[in-house]
């Protein structure tokens, strides 16, 4: 497709951005794939649509605050480009877009402040805690928050965990097979510690010396892809300096920061941190995947008695780093546990960073969605890779009058001893 796009007025990103509106054909073959296509129905509200919304805007044609709800609208989740048979990298468009509309459009003030508390808190787990800790106190006062506030009240969980600070290293067991740092998270560490707690216990039973680097932060996707550019490359600068060289991989347990790490390059690219951002980028890798090509070194227990686990796969994992064989192959090698697949795997369960907090309406009808898929798949028990997924997962299947629990993989191969 021809384009006009002004490139050198676009910044480093510029290329990345015009490459993936020139790569569009508009075949359609996204749009059985795209959650909010399939949920709204309008062309809008497809990745092809965007993507002709916002070359538009960047040629001058159309106004940011004209094409701002249609890319706000999207989640992110990249199944697009999974499904995409012209290689269109979405992900390098849409981002670096938000960046290049965020300063140019224009926000009502409750909106501003949404966005500066989730910007503020989410990233830094202190602030998490204690916002969450208020959030609760002010639950019975829920009908006098501003209705755009309401769903950070909402999604709060009941209840949090204690904290399960992590040592700075923890040895291999047995002979050393590799070694590792692994990215602690932010909200995770609120909102489930003891994800990253089993992943350590798995991987060290595995052989795998793990360095948990004091100094690392929050990736940065979350500011990344709402469009706060310079947040994210003063979070992800922060973990530049702070992982080490002498490790075999950088490991994440959380689908979508695995993915913002990923996207390093794009992030700082024509910055003097470009070179470093390409040496991080490059050793980031799932855990489930690191450890699928490492093998088990032997199979794990049997669980207690034969149980259907569903793999709900998370779009940041399955579709932008192409990762669904292998979480499979380690549960599989669990005994007692059947794997079942639902339908729909390619959509998103609408969680996607902070989605569910801005499009809650959307989101819950992706979040039903998915877990009904879960259920009629007979899943006695869910496992995922993605905090934001099991979040989101949960509180459906809660709703929908269902105790079948969530867990993250690493939990479930910790309990069977792997």
């Given at each position: 497709m021809r384009h006009d796009v002004p490139v050198d007025r676009l910044g480093p990103q510029g290329p990345a951005m015009a490459h993936a509106i020139e790569a569009c054909v508009h075949c359609g073959f996204c749009l059985a794939t795209c959650p909010t296509y399939v949920t709204l129905g309008e062309e809008m509200d497809s990745p092809r649509g965007r993507i002709l919304l916002m070359k538009e805007t960047l040629e001058g044609t159309l106004e940011v605050d004209d094409v701002t709800p249609f890319v706000d609208a999207c989640l992110g989740c990249q199944a697009c480009e999974t499904a995409c048979p012209s290689g269109v990298e979405y992900g390098e468009l849409v981002a670096p877009f938000r960046a290049y509309a965020e300063p140019r459009r224009r926000r009502a003030p409750l909106e501003r402040l949404r966005r500066e508390l989730v910007l503020r808190t989410l990233p830094y787990p202190r602030r998490m805690r204690l916002a969450a800790r208020t959030g609760r106190a002010a639950k019975p006062l829920r009908r006098l928050v501003p209705a755009p506030l309401r769903p950070m009240l909402d999604l709060l969980p009941p209840s949090?965990?204690?904290?399960?600070?992590?040592?700075?290293?923890?040895?291999?067991?047995?002979?050393?097979?590799?070694?590792?740092?692994?990215?602690?998270?932010?909200?995770?560490?609120?909102?489930?510690?003891?994800?990253?707690?089993?992943?350590?216990?798995?991987?060290?039973?595995?052989?795998?010396?793990?360095?948990?680097?004091?100094?690392?932060?929050?990736?940065?996707?979350?500011?990344?892809?709402?469009?706060?550019?310079?947040?994210?490359?003063?979070?992800?600068?922060?973990?530049?300096?702070?992982?080490?060289?002498?490790?075999?991989?950088?490991?994440?347990?959380?689908?979508?920061?695995?993915?913002?790490?990923?996207?390093?390059?794009?992030?700082?690219?024509?910055?003097?941190?470009?070179?470093?951002?390409?040496?991080?980028?490059?050793?980031?890798?799932?855990?489930?995947?690191?450890?699928?090509?490492?093998?088990?070194?032997?199979?794990?227990?049997?669980?207690?008695?034969?149980?259907?686990?569903?793999?709900?796969d998370a779009c940041h994992l399955a579709h932008a780093q192409g990762v669904r064989a292998a979480p499979r192959r380690l549960l599989e090698a669990v005994g007692n546990l059947e794997l079942v697949e639902p339908q729909g795997w390619e959509l998103c369960c609408g969680s996607a960073g902070t989605y569910n907090l801005e499009r809650p309406e959307v989101a819950a009808q992706l979040g039903e969605r998915k877990a009904r898929a879960l259920l009629d798949a007979g899943a006695e028990l869910v496992a995922t890779a993605n905090i934001g997924c099991m979040t989101q997962v949960q509180a459906h299947l809660r709703e929908l009058g269902s105790d079948v629990a969530v867990l993250h993989t690493m939990q479930l191969l910790d309990r069977a001893g792997a």
């Open positions: 949090l965990p204690d904290p399960q600070p992590l040592p700075a290293l923890v040895p291999a067991q047995g002979e050393r097979r590799a070694r590792v740092a692994l990215l602690a998270g932010c909200a995770q560490q609120v909102l489930a510690p003891d994800i990253n707690a089993a992943t350590v216990r798995v991987l060290a039973r595995q052989g795998v010396e793990v360095a948990i680097p004091p100094s690392q932060g929050c990736c940065g996707s979350l500011a990344w892809h709402t469009g706060a550019a310079d947040q994210a490359r003063a979070l992800a600068a922060r973990n530049l300096d702070a992982f080490p060289d002498d490790v075999d991989a950088i490991v994440t347990n959380a689908a979508g920061c695995g993915s913002g790490m990923r996207e390093y390059p794009l992030l700082f690219a024509g910055d003097a941190r470009a070179e470093a951002a390409e040496r991080v980028a490059a050793r980031v890798v799932d855990v489930n995947a690191f450890l699928d090509d490492l093998g088990l070194r032997e199979r794990p227990r049997a669980l207690a008695q034969p149980t259907r686990v569903a793999y709900q």
